[in-house]
């Protein structure tokens, strides 16, 4: 079955969800580009129509990387033996049986549902619906951050199980410490949070009676999307992206709707993610530290009142599956 596919980087993860896998300026054009993500070997191309596509990178002929070889026809052709497949992975050609040779039906390479929005590529992982691709879900996102935004972005790679890295962004007593020189010198120590869960968004506030943070706030579109509103025309977004059970890229970007002119809002959006980097890396120092790598809703932690958004965290993965 499509998306089912297991490697030895085994990551269990929420299913029937659209991830993001890559951003889009990332994809080359007119090769092929290999990738692991959600701990999977994939590879990506471009079908005569210009349609993204993407597939195991695994050959099933013998398990060569169908990355290394090259696009044709709008298929992707293995660089062992030539075999090509198409975009919905099966195989269309097998030099060595002759151009109208047979191919086996089992000559066939797992294929993946890919968007492209927003500037990244997403990727469904999990069953095809039986009405067909047509109804796969709506991909993510927050309605709030539209047009009107200019962002920059950077990525960022954590030797980290991205579970670690999500809950990170949950936490909010861990600023006064991490963040001491930078964003968390005014953040009191004695903290009270507040956690709204509705369906796949968990929301984190400050107590007002411990902090006023003035509509500060940040949110998990789970599992892996977040966001915090800094102000009414700035938000910091970050998209978790699970590579396998040790890595995780993440991918930043700043938006603003401040300064909107070509090129300079940008600009403005690149120098903020230049402090923006500088705070993932206080972070990162930490999280990079913590063990056991993956987290569990059960896992002997000794958990506070103020963790309730990483306790929320942790139950909705239960819930979809992805705690093993
Ligand atoms: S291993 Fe791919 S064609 Fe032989
Ligand atoms: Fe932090």
Redesign the pocket.
Known sequence: MPGTERTSTDLKLVRDRWYVILETHELPSGRPLGVTRLGLPLVLWRDSAGVLRCASDR??????A?SL?RVVDGCVE??????RFDGAGACTR?PANGTEGPIPSAMRTTAFEVREAKGFVWLWYGERPSGGIQALPELPWFPEIDDRYVYASFADDWDAHYTRAVENQLDFTHLPFVHATSIGKAVPHRLDVLTTVTGDHIRVTYDPATYDAKGFFVELLAPTLWRNRLSANVWAMIAFVPVDATHTRLYLRFYQSYVTLPGLGWFASWLSNQFNRHILHQDKRVVLTQEPRQTHLQMGEVLLPSDRPIIEWRRWVKAGGGDE
């Open positions: 050959c099933p002929h013998r398990g060569a169908l070889g293995c660089p062992f033996h030539g075999f097998i």
